[in-house]
């Protein structure tokens, strides 16, 4: 078997996508191919060495696309063989023979209203039928994808994204210590909302940003926290787990996110996680009152309330933090690469 991804951002790079892109790798022991398309500024993964790594981007989108077909074409693929996509579109670029006798699957990236645009749409409408296998987050995403097309309903499989970290053994203590893991990207991750609520807070609590990004977006971050005492940009973390137990709590304002890997790895390690309600995986990971709270967008005046609360309340601390591994047995390593291996299979 040939398993082959196709994915714009190299696996060696920080994000949600990439990481799946990396265990899917690791977990089928067979002919892997990774083909993506910008060749990243920096690398936080060495390659591995049982992946063959092909870049088909060109300076311009057209011949990125037609270069993205020929290097599907060169891999020869057969019935045996298995393609994963993590966007609609791209069942555009896979050569009609391709399509005919390889399997599919598709995987969600995003909440619909993103994942979905007009283009995806008609794409979905011509080629649903090439799709063997759709793997959404959550049951609610299931339900949501089935209204909206309801003949891939039976090809829909709920695969939550896994924890690449082992669960904790101890709830934590509370602190006034908060943390964010984030890729830097102010459009998305809307750092202007986490920034206003430290610049809001008491000067007792603090906030460390992890992440790495774009040298602009980089700038734009260490501009908007020049003149905070109380939050600190401490770069990317090459040790997850590690980083995450020196705090309390894990913050997001994020404007919308797909799954929210990092959230599910601070629950993995007992921290309580306060967000705002900005995307449809949100409940899942986070149970209002039971391992964290849910805010509504832009209320930050009740974001400011939960954090003190969280952090002050050893009682109710403790019971969060204790929720919080309980929760994490969901999306351990095991539970998702068994869901996995039968997709795939």
């Known amino acids: 078997m040939k398993l082959v991804t196709i994915n714009p951002q190299k696996s060696t790079t920080m994000g949600g996508v990439e990481t799946l892109v990396r265990s899917l790798h690791q977990l089928f022991q067979c002919d892997n191919?990774?083909?993506?398309?910008?060749?990243?500024?920096?690398?936080?993964?060495?390659?591995?060495?049982?992946?063959?790594f092909v870049k088909y981007g060109e300076d311009r989108k057209v011949a990125s696309k037609l270069s993205q077909i020929n290097a599907v074409k060169s891999l020869q693929l057969t019935s045996d063989d298995v393609v994963v996509l993590f966007h609609p579109n791209d069942l555009l670029y896979l050569p009609r023979q391709v399509l005919n006798h390889v399997k599919v699957v598709l995987v969600q990236t995003n909440k619909f209203s993103v994942f979905f645009k007009p283009l995806s749409k008609l794409v979905m409408a011509l080629l649903h039928r090439k799709i063997d296998v759709f793997t959404v987050y959550t049951d609610q995403d299931k339900r949501a994808l089935a209204s909206l097309f309801p003949k891939v309903a039976d090809k829909v499989k709920v695969i939550p994204r896994g924890c690449k970290l082992p669960t904790a053994s101890q709830p934590k203590m509370p602190s006034n210590k908060l943390v964010t893991i984030a890729r830097i990207d102010e459009e998305q991750k809307n750092f202007s909302a986490m920034i206003e609520l430290m610049s809001t807070l008491p000067s007792d609590y603090s906030l460390d940003i992890y992440g790495d990004g774009t040298p602009a977006e980089l700038s734009d971050l260490?501009?908007?926290?020049?003149?905070?005492?109380?939050?600190?940009?401490?770069?990317?973390?090459?040790?997850?787990?590690?980083?995450?137990q020196e705090y309390a709590v894990f913050?997001?304002?994020?404007?919308?996110?797909?799954?929210?890997?990092?959230?599910?790895?601070?629950?993995?390690?007992?921290l309580p996680i306060i967000a705002y309600q900005t995307f449809d995986a949100l409940p899942w990971i986070v149970e209002d009152g039971i391992n964290g709270y849910r805010i509504e967008s832009g209320d930050s005046h009740q974001f400011i309330t939960r954090i003190k609360q969280v952090c002050s309340d050893e009682v109710l601390y403790r019971r969060l933090s204790q929720n919080a591994l309980s929760k994490a047995q969901d999306t351990e390593l095991t539970v998702i690469n068994r869901l996995w291996q039968e997709a795939v299979a």
């Open 222 to 244: 260490k501009s908007k926290i020049a003149g905070l005492a109380n939050v600190q940009f401490k770069g990317p973390t090459s040790d997850v787990a590690g980083t995450l």
């Open 33 to 52: 191919y990774e083909l993506y398309e910008h060749f990243p500024q920096k690398e936080h993964y060495p390659e591995s060495d049982h992946i063959t």
């Open 251 to 270: 913050m997001m304002t994020s404007r919308y996110e797909g799954f929210g890997q990092t959230l599910i790895e601070a629950r993995s390690q007992g």
